[in-house]
């Protein structure tokens, strides 16, 4: 029942999906929830998928692979997008680690965060074009890998730096307060072993390997420029490179074939 309810944390922490009672928002819980992000990955990505082929029945395929991606953005609520923007913002504006930390809480959208996105956005949409070349089956098959690696990648993140902010904030809870833990190896060991396993199904062995080295390399690098520029991670440095992984993924596919 701890895992189950684990498991609710992970879709309704990273998700508007409706869980109904089992929605789950309790700390316990979401710390748990960790290890089975690369399952909200496989709802988001299948969603994904779906949107095409619904969309491919009846539009073009540029119309097809946008209304998938908007499908995957309501799913989440933008969830992983804001945090790229917030990211981009930070780091672009900031000198300091404080600076930066303190451009990432501001609400207000710069030109690094409106043009780092609308870039992201623009390169995930002819990325999955180009796969659609090879087929409708081969859309789904990168969304589900691409989905479940951005996720799986917050794992190895949390698990080696630390979490810079402070679990609450003016006596209020940090959205990433739950997280502020590293986590252990036990449940990134988890979180890689469902992420093996769907990646696998969806590519095949040779193709989940020209996925994960991408995935890999810039989980790696986005750790190491999070570390150098404002000495750790926060919830929204996990969701960029949620984001950036997602697309390395697509990238990797493409050089693949």
């Known amino acids: 029942m701890n895992e189950l309810r684990a498991i609710a944390a992970a879709f309704t922490f990273m998700t508007r999906l409706p869980l109904g009672r089992l929605a789950s928002h309790h700390e316990i819980d979401l710390r748990r929830s960790a290890a089975y992000f690369p399952l909200v990955g496989i709802a988001v990505g299948g969603l994904g998928a779906a949107a095409y082929a619904i969309g491919y029945a009846i539009w073009p395929t540029s119309v097809s692979v946008l209304i998938s991606m908007m499908t995957?953005?309501?799913?989440?609520?933008a969830?992983?997008?804001?945090?790229?923007?917030?990211?981009?913002?930070?780091?672009g504006g900031g000198r300091t680690p404080e600076r930066v930390l303190e451009i990432m809480k501001d609400s207000r959208v710069g030109s690094y965060a409106?043009?780092?996105?609308?870039?992201?956005?623009?390169?995930?949409?002819?990325?999955?074009?180009?796969?659609?070349e090879a087929g409708t089956s081969q859309v789904a098959r990168a969304l589900i890998a691409?989905?479940?690696?951005?996720?799986?990648s917050s794992l190895p993140l949390m698990m080696r730096y630390s979490?810079?902010?402070p679990a609450?904030?003016?006596s209020r809870p940090s959205a990433g307060g739950p997280f502020s833990e590293k986590v252990t190896i036990g449940r990134t060991l988890i979180a890689t072993a469902i992420a093996s396993m769907a990646v696998i199904a969806a590519q095949g062995p040779a193709g989940a390997l020209r996925a994960a080295i991408p995935a890999t390399f810039v989980m790696i690098a986005t750790g190491m420029w999070f570390q150098r520029r404002i000495g750790g991670i926060t919830g929204d440095t996990l969701g960029a490179a949620n984001q950036l992984v997602e697309l390395s993924v697509y990238l990797g596919i493409i050089a693949g074939r």
Do not use: C, M, P, Q
């Open 72 to 77: 995957t953005v309501l799913a989440t609520g």
């Open 79 to 91: 969830f992983h997008e804001d945090a790229l923007a917030d990211t981009l913002d930070g780091l």
């Open 114 to 132: 409106l043009v780092g996105v609308l870039l992201a956005l623009a390169a995930k949409f002819a990325a999955l074009s180009a796969i659609a």
């Open 146 to 152: 691409a989905h479940v690696l951005g996720r799986w």
């Open 163 to 165: 979490y810079v902010r």
């Open 168 to 170: 609450t904030t003016n």
